[in-house]
């Protein structure tokens, strides 16, 4: 019984851990959510940007394309 405890709390913490990493942001995510807020900021005045396009555009930018 105390085994079957032990490896589930084990794989419990293994689990949130592989979580965490593959939930942690890469790179090329945090260069399109930085580009992407600035290009919403520099947009005029009462412009409606549609989050699509400015996401499109900022994985342009942050891919070099």
């Given at each position: 019984?105390?085994?079957?405890?032990?490896?589930?709390?084990?794989?419990?913490?293994?689990?949130?851990?592989?979580?965490?990493v593959?939930?942690?942001p890469?790179?090329?995510?945090?260069?399109v959510?930085?580009?992407?807020?600035?290009?919403?900021?520099?947009?005029?005045?009462?412009?409606?940007?549609?989050?699509?396009?400015?996401?499109?555009?900022?994985?342009?930018?942050?891919?070099?394309?």
């Open positions: 019984m105390r085994t079957a405890l032990l490896v589930a709390a084990i794989l419990a913490g293994a689990g949130t851990i592989a979580g965490a593959l939930l942690k890469t790179g090329f995510e945090r260069c959510s930085i580009i992407g807020r600035d290009i919403e900021r520099n947009a005029s005045p009462g412009a409606t940007l549609d989050p699509r396009d400015v996401e499109a555009e900022a994985a342009r930018i942050c891919s070099g394309a």
